[in-house]
């Protein structure tokens, strides 16, 4: 697994000790299994972004924070120049580069999102809130509550993210679009 996933593991294992919590008292308060807790803890297998979402909700944190370890300073602006996001690459289909990591306390989480094209079965997730895209390049499909959707340059969509979904690039090109979870 690279080497930003064992770093988020660390920062997620590091949070649930903080708190005084054993793996199955963190698995209840975000809704996953104490194997998922203890696998996502251990750096060897892909985080969703769905449960960074959920602990840094259900522990009134900056998403961004779980992901850079850096705490977000800004409170009335903050600038992301054109690829200088932070950004994690979850697998080597999934590239995400957040636009406002050093905003405090945001109402919603912007993110470029580049898929890179895929064999693999398409990966559903589910995470509390609602989520708008706008594909910016590429050609996604885009599943939602077991409906597939194709998604073109221009397009988009805003959705229940708590409804089962997952995206994939089509035509053998990455795709890239704008995601924001709210």
């Known amino acids: 697994m690279n080497e930003q996933i064992k770093q988020i593991a660390e920062r997620l294992k590091g949070l649930r000790e903080s708190l005084d919590l054993s793996r199955a008292e963190m698995a209840r308060e975000t809704g996953k299994s104490e194997r998922e807790v203890s696998l996502y803890e251990s750096g060897t297998t892909d985080i969703p972004m769905s449960y960074l979402f959920d602990v840094a909700n259900q522990f009134r944190l900056d998403t961004s924070t779980l992901i850079s370890g850096y705490e977000p300073r800004m409170n009335v602006y903050f ?29 919603a989480e912007p993110f470029e999102v580049t898929v890179e094209p895929d064999d693999r079965p398409l990966y559903l997730n589910t995470h509390k809130g609602q989520e708008f895209n706008y594909v910016l390049e590429g050609c996604l499909q885009l599943r939602i509550n077991e409906k597939d959707l194709v998604l073109h340059p221009g397009d988009s969509i805003y959705f229940d993210s708590s409804y089962p979904h997952g995206m994939k690039a089509l035509n053998g090109k990455p795709v890239k679009f704008l995601a924001i979870i709210i």
Do not use: D, F
Not at 79 to 99: D, F, H, I, N, P
């Open 79 to 107: 600038l992301t120049r054109c690829g200088k996001g932070s950004s994690v690459e979850r697998t080597k289909a999934y590239k995400y580069q957040a636009l406002a990591s050093g905003y405090k306390h945001p109402k």
